[in-house]
């Protein structure tokens, strides 16, 4: 893994830079709403990779309470940080796009909504991760997580059975997207799905190490008692 | 504001959270490295 990295690293970057000339030049100007559309190339992709970092979580969550397996733990846990951060990349750029085009940044409609309680529910395991004292701390986080994933199907598919403010679907929801823009939009999917593989990485081998170090600490404070007795 | 305001915004907003995400991450590793190096000298 570590020759890939450096590769994957230049490749990422690569990626970031044409997706965002795809974006920003390349992709038509959208008719109605014209340049503010393009943040459509950020908002999208970063609600996509967020739900595939939850499913890793929901994934995770799922082994480590069948079998206790700390690797499984440690994914859901980078899943879930890291997914928190592209939905929150999401429900920034949201009301962003929203101002000019609705002209208010917020509205409580199913999608927005469920957006924000799946947001809380993922900063509420991690508030649980980070603050909990006890042994059953991986266990609890690892069922939140699993509430939380179920959650996300009903924030997909809040649009397609409520009446919202928020558009229907460009893909799978019978609207048709031009050509140029579905590739923008897949080049910058691609793009920071990459760059989330790659801090998904970083802070996988963080949290393992943090880890060794921390049962070593404790190794040696119980040498240091046993010693002074 | 004008419509490319708004746009350039949401751009700058995207990699200003992830650039915070990132500097926590070097943060903590470099957290990490002092523990380690303290756990080092402490064993000796």
Wanted: with cysteine.
């Amino acid at each position: 893994m570590k020759r890939i990295f450096p590769v994957l690293g230049v490749l990422t970057a690569f990626l970031l830079s044409y997706g965002l000339y795809q974006a920003l030049v390349v992709a038509p100007t959208e008719q109605t709403m014209g340049n503010v559309q393009r943040i459509f190339y950020y908002h999208v992709p970063s609600a996509w990779t967020a739900f595939l970092l939850f499913a890793v979580n929901f994934v995770g969550s799922i082994v480590y309470l069948a079998s206790r397996n700390q690797k499984a733990d440690i994914l859901a846990l980078v899943g879930a940080e890291v997914g928190l951060v592209f939905l929150t990349v999401n429900l920034v750029t949201g009301p962003i796009w929203a101002r000019p085009v609705w002209g208010i940044w917020w509205t409580w409609d199913w999608r927005l909504t469920s957006t924000l309680i799946v947001w809380l529910i993922y900063v509420s395991y991690l508030m649980l991760r980070r603050f909990a004292a006890g042994g059953q701390t991986a266990v609890l986080a690892a069922a939140l997580g699993i509430f939380g994933a179920l959650c996300v199907p009903f924030v997909y598919f809040s649009i397609w059975y409520f009446r919202t403010q928020h558009p229907q679907p460009v893909m799978g929801g019978g609207g048709s997207l031009d050509p140029h823009m579905l590739h923008a939009l897949l080049i910058n999917w691609l793009a920071f799905l990459c760059f989330a593989f790659m801090v998904c990485w970083s802070r996988y081998r963080l949290e393992v190490v943090q880890r060794r170090v921390e049962e070593a600490i404790a190794l040696q404070s119980l040498e240091n008692v046993g010693s002074n007795r | 504001m004008k419509s490319e305001s708004y746009l350039y915004l949401a751009y700058v907003a995207t990699w200003v959270i992830h650039i915070a995400y990132l500097s926590t991450l070097v943060r903590r590793y470099g957290r990490l490295k002092r523990e380690i190096a303290e756990l080092e000298r402490s064993k000796r």
